[in-house]
């Protein structure tokens, strides 16, 4: 089983949709989550931290259900700039070091 | 600013021949790390440090070296070992332990 597993997607949306991208990890140690995005050809830039009450930034909002060692992001009313790569991360395990999922390519549509 | 900064932005190399990939970082970050990062793949940690002159081996090691002499400094050497190195190759730096890194623009390698 990969260390953190996303969706596959690609996924294809209208601006305006709500889209949801799921993560699982399999480190029960790991202590910290993040979301990353990336942009074509670029480096990932850090969109948000996951907390274990679930937290928002604007139209963003990430949980964490450490039972079931799961992740969610939501973006509610997508934009055409939203179109990017979106990288789950866990964090944690006796060596610290964050694992990267391999990520789900959004598309937002006009 | 406050960044970090890798160098070159692209590369190229014969085969053969070792390369050493620049990371650089201000923002007074203990921990760095190196990612390599293939089409349709994600990152895939090769080292990292916690602290200055102390590094460990990520998952795929094999071919590539470091060095932390400085705490602002952390180059990656690709050798004539590693079988596979055409690819993007992205640092990254952090506080510490448990918290999130932030990446350089990277440096895209290719060997000719």
């Known amino acids: 089983r990969k260390e953190v597993e996303q969706d596959p997607g690609p996924f294809n949306v209208p601006e305006g949709a709500t889209v949801a991208f799921n993560c699982t990890y399999s480190?029960?140690?790991?202590?910290?989550f993040f979301w990353y995005r990336q942009d074509c050809r670029k480096e990932p830039k850090l969109l948000m931290s996951?907390?274990?009450s679930g937290n928002e930034d604007g139209r963003f909002t990430a949980q964490l259900n450490r039972a079931s060692q799961y992740i969610s992001l939501l973006i509610r009313d997508s934009k055409l700039s939203d179109s990017a790569t979106y990288l789950c991360?866990?964090?944690?395990?006796?060596?610290?070091?964050?694992?990267f999922g391999k990520g789900t390519l959004l598309t937002v549509n006009p | 600013d406050g960044g970090i900064t890798q160098s070159p932005k692209y590369l190229f190399r014969k085969e053969g021949q070792n390369v050493t990939l620049s990371c650089e970082q201000n923002?007074?970050?203990?921990?760095m790390y190196w990612y390599r990062q293939d089409p349709g793949q994600g990152l895939r940690l090769i080292y990292y440090?916690?602290?200055?002159?102390?590094?460990q081996k990520g998952d795929i090691a094999e071919g590539y070296s470091v060095s932390r002499e400085k705490k602002e400094s952390f180059p990656l050497t690709v050798t004539s070992a590693q079988k596979n190195p055409t690819a993007f190759y992205l640092c990254?730096?952090?506080?510490?332990?448990?918290?999130?890194?932030?990446f350089g623009q990277g440096t895209r390698l290719t060997v000719v």
């Open positions: 923002l007074n970050h203990d921990a």
């Open positions: 996951v907390y274990s």
């Open positions: 991360v866990a964090l944690g395990g006796s060596n610290y070091k964050l694992t």
């Open positions: 440090s916690q602290i200055v002159n102390d590094f």
């Open positions: 990254a730096s952090s506080w510490g332990i448990a918290t999130e890194a932030f």
């Open positions: 480190n029960s140690a790991s202590q910290s």
